[in-house]
């Protein structure tokens, strides 16, 4: 049986159609359906990536944070005291009072409403302090020296007459603020 040229042609054209579907079917459908299931995977993965890099870009900027608040509770300890410490603070001024040959009249109050909800309260100490100018300043640069962060609002200086013209006396007065914690 002879085929005719047109059904070699069609036979041909068969055999090419089938041969293409099975091709189709059996290696392009499935490499297509791996590569989409690889897109997706990917697009999961890329979206796990960027929720966990905003998570540690929010951890880091918390620990920013705490690192602040640390910074901050520590400025807080430095510019305050706890309710036991007074003591230490009035011997410690009479010390640096006697060390610089000034006399000294000190008191102390206590406001336990502080004007800020990280204090406790507050310490107001009345200074009356009398000797030489250069004595009292040096007295005041000492003041200023101690570990303590004391709030000044305002101070009078006064110049008292005395015997000796070659000394020159004087009488400071102040309030100085202390904030207190409640420790």
Do not use: C, W
């Given at each position: 049986?002879?085929?005719?040229?047109?059904?070699?042609?069609?036979?041909?054209?068969?055999?090419?159609?089938?041969?293409?579907?099975?091709?189709?079917?059996?290696?392009?459908?499935?490499?297509?359906?791996?590569?989409?299931?690889?897109?997706?995977s990917m697009a999961a993965h890329i979206t796990s990536e960027n929720n966990e890099l905003e998570r540690l870009r929010l951890l880091r900027r918390s620990l920013t944070e705490i690192d602040q608040i640390e910074t901050n509770v520590a400025t807080l300890d430095a510019v305050s005291i706890s309710r036991s410490d007074e003591d230490e603070i009035i011997k410690r001024l009479e010390t640096l009072a006697s060390t610089h040959n000034v006399e000294q009249e000190l008191s102390v109050s206590y406001n336990a409403e502080g004007g800020s909800p990280d204090f406790?309260?507050?310490?107001?100490?009345?200074?009356?302090?009398?000797?030489?100018?250069?004595?009292?300043?040096?007295?005041?640069?000492?003041?200023?020296?101690?570990?303590?962060?004391?709030?000044?609002?305002?101070?009078?200086?006064?110049?008292?007459?005395?015997?000796?013209?070659?000394?020159?006396?004087?009488?400071?007065?102040?309030?100085?603020?202390?904030?207190?914690?409640?420790?």
């Open positions: 049986m002879r085929l005719t040229i047109t059904q070699k042609l069609a036979l041909t054209i068969s055999l090419f159609v089938v041969s293409g579907s099975a091709i189709v079917i059996f290696f392009i459908l499935p490499a297509l359906a791996s590569i989409r299931q690889a897109t997706e406790a309260g507050y310490y107001v100490f009345h200074f009356a302090t009398q000797g030489s100018f250069s004595n009292i300043r040096a007295y005041l640069a000492s003041l200023e020296q101690l570990p303590y962060y004391f709030i000044i609002p305002k101070m009078s200086i006064e110049k008292v007459k005395d015997g000796d013209p070659t000394q020159s006396h004087v009488i400071i007065q102040f309030s100085a603020i202390l904030n207190s914690t409640s420790s």
